[in-house]
């Protein structure tokens, strides 16, 4: 827009005065240009202070030229200041005249000096020069920062008024001062005698975006991804530009675009161009673009056999790979992984530990400059250890052994991003690796985008909290800015909470969850409360009535949520599958996903005791940490239940009993929510109409949505602890169950596959449920009725049915060897699941295996599957080649034999696929290409085949016999064994027997096809 050079003064003109002006009007007040609103400043006397202390604005960089990120500082101040002040305000770009020198602190750390020479790669180039041509008394503080990323604003006063200074190592430095100097103008500070210099505190301050490519985005709650992959590269939305305003503006200088579950098809050169052209539009504002890297890539999209990272052929091509990413995309910043954690592919499957699997990325992305990201969630539920030590257990003795471009990216807290949860035992326990600290700026146990819930108090928590690694004073954000260590890398993530919806964020006041990360990444040091001033000022209005009320609506949010849903260090109890509502009931699947696991509660008491006497996850932290938190006498209260079982009736620091304090504070969370209502209520006439009624009607739902929260858990904790009400607190409305039928569907940042569908009644009742949640990065489907419990999930490298549960006795049919599960397409992995039908008759998931899709359905009272095959060109077997299963059962196959003996040529073989030279064991095994008549095989048309325990329980299969392809039986010997080869699409049947074994089988899947079971809904009058 602007062409610059260091010898001409440009003006940003009337014409664009004018377009700005007439852009504002329309855009109105919807929250889209989030914190960048550029009002006109309403204060006749404000807004000339203002003009006279701004007549012109100086840029000075090192080269004194033109670039696109100086047009783009250009642009920010022509919209800034033409909207802030109505005034034509010149800019002049001139060149820093004195010579470049090193900037570093006199008490530097050779590891700082390295860093404060380190250009913004994150690791220290010997030909990178940092420039300190800029005013007396400008300087880069602390060794975690990066020299080229500072700034200096200084006023200076001339005859004809006053003008600023923007001086910089670099243009993207200029571009963080312009955005500073029109934040001061927003947020109505003064200018007299300016001298301000930012300079961020750690190097790489990074969005990691939970989006798929199919623009769902995990645990978003704003619309669709932002990033269109159908359009791109061809159309480029302009979206993306204030995207990349936006966070330039706050100093965020990374975006990683795809979900950590990641889909290897990002790095294929579509995907790779498509990238290449947000970068293009990013690159201006000072933002690279990382990936998330799925370490089983190579063979995925690579054809390898395996990703072995020690494995040669792996090494090549990931380096080939990598080094194609830049061929794309010239400053690409690196890889964010995720592996060996909830079903992600990971080093560990092949026998190697997550530092053999990062440095072979890091290996890979050295000559570029790029950094590897090494996630640290990880937990397995093979590990009966305390979840909560897990992490640490498994990185520790890594300490060291990472390359020096390997960050360990760490949660915030040891179980997930609780509510509140102590910090990391991580940090301060690894101090050969740099770690970076993960936030979640989305709000998946805070409401979503439906709850008000400002959490950089929640940041700023963890941040000051001391590790004592190295005696007092070791906060956790020293351990991340590299302060402690000395590390040059330095790191600080944020799950991103943006997405399509206009205002990007949702809720109207979530997106100062946003800026907070971003100014506490630039400057950890910031407080909440000042953070919470400056957002509320340029989002809203400088207006003191809305400062007040706003502000201390933001910083009482936090505090409240966690009152009204996990106080007292309660934690995870919430519904697994969507997390936004109370589920402390919740006790199916694995132990660590339960919500009883974590809180365990009992007559006796309530808690996990995390000390010596139970789980000893206090071991992890540093003495005088533990020590703090050891003893339920000086636990504050607010971890008192994380790390201790303690009684209903002790007394805590406010000499009410435990019983008593966790239901007030349930309490304290609603009234809090309704003291937010009056408050915002107050505020009608300061506030625009359209964010003012959209936060209205939010605040009444996040008001009767606390009160479900205090009254499940309440009225739930009360089977437990026998005792009343405390005084001051209001009865649930309803009795326990009611809470525990709630069924929400549709959760926003669940995609439909991913949630729990609702529980219909049928007749008299509920009979039983489906639903389809999310495990070890992968589906978990579940149906249930009065008679059998079926889960299918993962098991080792495929899915299949897990359980198989019989529900008069217990019984897990389901843990057969997969060789011996007829049902399951084999080696297949589930690519999405999802609920079809929940009716009051029947209930259907859909499994979709990719090319192979197949519907499981359930009746009432029928201990029979129903599994429709749409597109399965399906394989099945069961075979027994040791016995330790039982028996094998095939019905007519003794008179199937019988007849063959008698017939030597019944049937013709197909020399097409006899096979029978590849089962030199099964001498006498027989394939049969198109069946035709089944002769004595066939019971009325079907198969009917089975598999049972020595002791009698098994299960059975039935397959209409004109849809079979091939059958072979195995009969050399007993127990028979059978494989088979389907034409889709067919409809079967699988049941349990519990006792009886291969005679039970066969009389039972007599009486399915005989009808048996048709009243409960089950027919097979219209199958095969």
Not at 89 to 103: G, S, Y
Not at 203 to 211: A, T, V
Not at 466 to 495: C, E, K, N, Q, Y
Request: glycine fraction near 10%; charge should be neutral.
């Amino acid at each position: 827009m602007l062409k610059m050079s260091s010898a001409m003064k440009f003006r940003f003109g009337s014409a664009l005065l004018a377009w700005v002006a007439l852009a504002a009007a329309a855009r109105g007040d919807e929250g889209y240009r989030l914190w960048l609103r550029y009002e006109r400043i309403p204060e006749e006397t404000v807004r000339a202070r203002y003009t006279d202390a701004i007549r012109e604005v100086v840029l000075a960089t090192p080269s004194g030229a033109d670039s696109a990120t100086i047009a783009a500082a250009c642009r920010e101040l022509a919209e800034g200041l033409v909207g802030l002040l109505g005034a034509d305000v010149p800019a002049r770009l001139e060149r820093l005249h004195q010579a470049p020198v090193r900037i570093l602190r006199g008490d530097a750390t050779p590891s700082s000096r390295a860093l404060s020479e380190a250009g913004d790669g994150g690791v220290a180039a010997p030909d990178d020069t940092v420039f300190a041509g800029i005013p007396r008394g400008y300087e880069i503080s602390g060794p975690g920062a990066a020299g080229r990323q500072g700034y200096e604003l200084q006023s200076v006063r001339r005859d004809r008024g006053g003008a600023v200074r923007i001086a910089a190592n670099s243009d993207l430095g200029v571009l963080y001062g312009v955005f500073a100097l029109l934040r001061l103008v927003q947020t109505h500070q003064p200018l007299e005698n300016l001298r301000l210099v930012g300079t961020p505190k750690i190097r790489h301050r990074i969005l990691n975006h939970w989006d798929n490519l199919d623009r769902t985005v995990e645990r978003g709650y704003a619309g669709q991804s932002l990033w269109e992959w159908f359009q791109l590269p061809d159309y480029v939305s302009p979206r993306y530009r204030d995207y990349a305003r936006a966070n330039a503006s706050i100093g965020i200088n990374g975006a990683v675009l795809t979900n950590v579950n990641a889909d290897a098809l990002v790095l294929t050169a579509p995907y790779l161009a498509k990238v290449a052209a947000l970068a293009d539009v990013f690159r201006p504002y000072g933002i690279r673009v990382y990936l998330t890297a799925r370490f089983n890539a190579p063979m995925e999209i690579g054809g390898l056999a395996t990703a072995d990272p020690l494995d040669p052929t792996v090494v090549s091509w990931w380096r080939a790979k990598t080094d194609e990413v830049y061929r794309w995309i010239p400053d690409f910043g690196g890889y964010l992984v995720k592996a060996n954690s909830e079903g992600q592919p990971g080093p560990q499957d092949f026998g190697r530990s997550h530092a053999d699997g990062a440095n072979l990325l890091a290996d890979a992305l050295a000559p570029h400059g790029g950094i590897v990201m090494w996630r640290a969630f990880v937990y397995r539920s093979d590990d009966c250890e305390d979840r909560a030590k897990q992490a640490f257990n498994e990185f520790c003795p890594l300490d060291g052994k990472f390359r020096p471009n390997v960050v360990v990216q760490v949660k915030s807290g040891p179980i997930d991003f609780m509510p509140r949860e102590p910090f990391h035992p991580l940090f301060g326990a690894m101090p050969r690796t740099p770690l970076a600290l993960e936030l979640q700026i989305t709000q998946e146990y805070f409401g979503g985008a439906i709850r008000l819930a400002y959490l950089a108090p929640q940041y700023k928590e963890t941040l000051d909290s001391d590790t004592f690694a190295a005696g007092p004073g070791s906060t956790v954000a020293r351990v991340v800015d590299g302060t402690l260590g000395g590390h040059a890398l330095t790191l600080i993530a944020g799950v991103a909470n943006t997405g399509t919806d206009r205002n990007w964020c949702g809720h109207p006041l979530a997106s100062s969850n946003w800026y907070a990360f971003g100014r506490l990444t630039w400057d950890h040091t910031l407080g909440a409360a000042a953070i919470a001033d400056e957002w509320a000022r340029m989002t809203l209005s400088n207006d003191p009535r809305v400062i007040k009320s706003v502000a201390a609506m933001l910083l009482a949010s936090r505090e409240a949520a966690v009152d009204y849903s996990m106080p007292l260090g309660l934690h995870h109890i919430m519904d697994l599958y969507h997390h936004y509502g109370p589920a402390p009931w919740f006790d199916e699947g694995r132990p660590d996903w339960r919500s009883t696991y974590y809180h365990r509660a009992d007559a006796k008491g309530i808690g996990f005791d995390r000390t010596a006497s139970g789980s000893n996850a206090l071991g992890q932290y540093a003495p005088e940490a533990a020590q703090r938190w050891a003893d339920p006498a000086t636990c504050p209260d607010e971890f008192l239940l994380w790390f201790h079982h303690v009684p209903w009736d002790r007394r805590l620091r406010s000499g009410r009993t435990l019983w008593d304090e966790l239901c007030l504070h349930y309490q304290r969370g609603v009234d809090a929510v309704r003291g937010w209502q009056k408050s915002w209520a107050a505020l009608e006439d300061a506030i625009d109409a359209e964010r003012f009624s959209h936060v209205r009607v939010l605040l009444a739902r996040q008001e009767r949505e606390a009160r479900w929260w205090r009254d499940a858990c309440v009225v739930y904790f009360q089977t437990f602890s026998q005792r009343p009400l405390p005084a001051g607190v209001e009865p649930p409305e309803h009795p326990l169950e009611f809470y525990k039928s709630i069924r929400l569907q549709h959760v926003p940042g669940t995609p439909m596959s991913l949630y729990k569908q609702a529980t219909l009644q049928a007749g008299d009742g509920p009979w039983g449920r489906v639903g389809v949640s999310q495990a070890d990065g992968g589906f978990v489907a579940e149906l249930e009725n009065g008679r059998i419990l079926v889960r299918y999930g993962r098991d080792g490298d495929r899915d299949k049915i897990v359980e198989f549960r019989c529900k008069a006795t217990g019984r897990n049919l389901g843990e057969f060897d997969s060789r011996h599960n007829p049902t399951n397409p084999t080696f297949f992995t589930l690519k999405d699941a999802r609920v079809v039908l929940d009716g009051p008759g029947k209930k259907t998931v859909r499994l979709d295996f990719g090319s192979r899709v197949q519907d499981v359905s359930i009746c009432k009272d029928c201990p029979v599957l129903e599994i429709d095959y749409h597109t399965l060109n399906d394989y099945g077997h069961a075979n027994d080649r040791g016995g330790e299963t039982g028996e094998i059962v095939v019905y007519g196959a003794e008179e199937w034999l019988r007849a063959r003996q008698r017939m030597p040529d019944f049937p013709p073989a197909s020399p097409a696929i006899d096979r029978r030279e590849l089962y030199p064991m099964y001498e006498k095994s027989y394939y049969r290409a198109e069946w035709g008549d089944a002769g004595p095989l066939s019971y009325k048309g079907w198969m009917i085949m089975g598999v049972c325990h020595q002791d009698g329980g098994g299960y059975g299969l039935l397959l209409p016999a004109d849809k079979i392809k091939w059958l072979k039986l195995m009969t050399q010997r007993r127990p028979w064994g059978f494989e088979r080869a389907m034409k889709s699409p067919y409809k079967a049947c699988y049941f349990r027997v519990t006792q009886g074994g291969t005679e039970r089988i066969m009389s039972m899947g007599k009486e399915i096809i005989d009808g048996a079971f048709e009243n409960a809904g089950l027919t097979l009058a219209t199958r095969g």
